[in-house]
């Protein structure tokens, strides 16, 4: 049931009873796992646009965190087995043992369009005796449901307590290189892994972190996850990033912290009408003319000049520029401060799943670090590197192959 009471009816697909959230659709043609275990999806129903879900079952190494987080999931065609060699159970078994209510043998391409046409909207699913109720109660229980705008969910699925993801459990040889604090927003787990890989060692620390906690950590670099709700509420990470840029500490943020730059730059953040959730989205990198084809999951955006160095409305940043931008409707994918050490993505270079086409930003921001710890500036202008790994580094063990077992 969509807000405006739109209704589609279809078979009890998961747990029974009732979910309620945003209504938005996913592109993705694979790695429908890492989908729903992405915090960025917290509190949204989550429409797959490919018709077939489930046949590659689920397994333990490719959830992205510690749960399943979108509120409901909706697919057209269920598999009624799995069959893989990597399935450890089915997703159906997954999502009834997490208490995630779905539906199933719904025409997904007449949801996607509806929420292509009208924007992204609340909904609900409703099985069970929940949905034996009238369709005036069930417009009004979706009605009921609190909105994405003005909702802070960082907080409620960061982690508790800070760990360290270290490169040598990642196939890293010798003594780190680096050393960064990460803020937890959401964050996906192979984020702190693409960076292990290059030889950074990542504390990965609460989303209520201060900067006494990022300064305890000694770090070179400071970084800060994807994660799902609205920009505007992020006010705490807000005030801590433009304190760790008044620090000149090197800065690198994803998705959520693209939009969190853009806010301590002083711009504004908007909402997108049915945003960009899949793993082929385009996206041109304005400095060196080249295009990525991009993992992306946001529903907000940044509200900055699209032409030019401009200067920052926060002016003590200096210039800013939009380094990346959509090549479907002109959306700022990226960031790039021209007087600080700073830039950010509003997309998933850790590609899980998705291309690898953006892999190159983690050894960007390293080129950053290294700029700044010898005192001078990283020419962040230049060619990226096409290996996904710089020259010396060890090759990882597994972690860049388990998208393409999926395949």
């Not at 007449?110 to 009208?118: D, G, M, N, S």
């Not at 800065?251 to 953040?269: K, P």
């Not at 900055?304 to 003590?316: I, N, V």
């Not at 960007?364 to 990283?378: H, N």
């Amino acid at each position: 049931m969509l807000e405006d009471g739109r209704i589609f009816r279809g078979s009890s697909y998961g747990a029974t009873g009732t979910a309620l959230g945003e209504a938005v659709f996913a592109t993705g043609m694979t790695g429908y796992q890492e989908t729903i275990t992405d915090p960025s999806y917290a509190r949204q129903l989550v429409v797959q646009t490919a018709p077939h879900i489930g046949n590659t079952g689920v397994n333990s190494e490719d959830a992205e965190s510690r749960r399943i987080w979108v509120a409901g999931y909706i697919v057209r065609d269920a598999a009624r087995r799995p069959s893989n060699w990597r399935s450890e159970r089915s997703l159906d078994d997954e999502l009834v043992e997490q208490g995630i209510v779905g539906i199933q043998g719904v025409d997904t391409r007449a949801i996607t369009r509806h929420l292509r046409e009208h924007k992204t909207m609340r909904a609900g699913i409703f099985s069970g005796e929940a949905a034996q109720a009238t369709d005036k109660e069930l417009v009004d229980a979706v009605l009921a449901s609190a909105p994405m705008e003005g909702s802070r969910l960082a907080e409620e699925v960061s982690v508790d307590e800070a760990y360290v993801v270290e490169p040598k459990d990642h196939g890293w040889e010798g003594d780190p290189r680096f050393t960064i604090a990460a803020i937890d927003l959401g964050i996906k787990a192979m984020t702190p892994v693409r960076f292990a890989e290059r030889g950074v060692r990542v504390h990965v620390l609460p989303a209520t972190a201060t900067l006494e906690d990022v300064k305890a950590v000694n770090p070179d670099g400071f970084f800060m996850s994807n994660g799902p709700g609205d920009p505007a509420t992020a006010d705490a990470q807000v005030k801590l990033l433009r304190s760790v840029l008044d620090e000149k500490l090197p800065y690198f943020g994803i998705c959520f912290g693209n939009q969190i730059l853009g806010r301590a730059l002083g711009f504004g953040t908007y909402k997108l009408r049915y945003g960009h959730r899949g793993i082929n989205q385009p996206v041109m990198d304005r400095r060196t003319g080249k295009v990525e084809i991009t993992s992306q999951n946001h529903g907000f955006a940044v509200d900055a000049p699209l032409d030019g160095a401009t200067q920052a409305p926060e002016e003590r940043y200096g210039r800013v520029e939009v380094s990346h931008v959509s090549l479907n409707d002109d959306v700022v994918e990226g960031l790039a401060c021209l007087d600080i050490p700073a830039f950010s993505v509003q997309y998933h270079p850790e590609a899980a799943a998705g291309p690898h086409d953006a892999a190159y930003l983690f050894d960007r921001f390293i080129e950053l670090m290294e700029g700044t710890r010898d005192g001078r500036t990283a020419n962040l202008s230049k060619e990226p590197v096409d290996a996904a790994h710089p020259a010396g580094a060890a090759t990882p063990n597994n972690s860049d192959n388990k998208t393409e077992d999926k395949k």
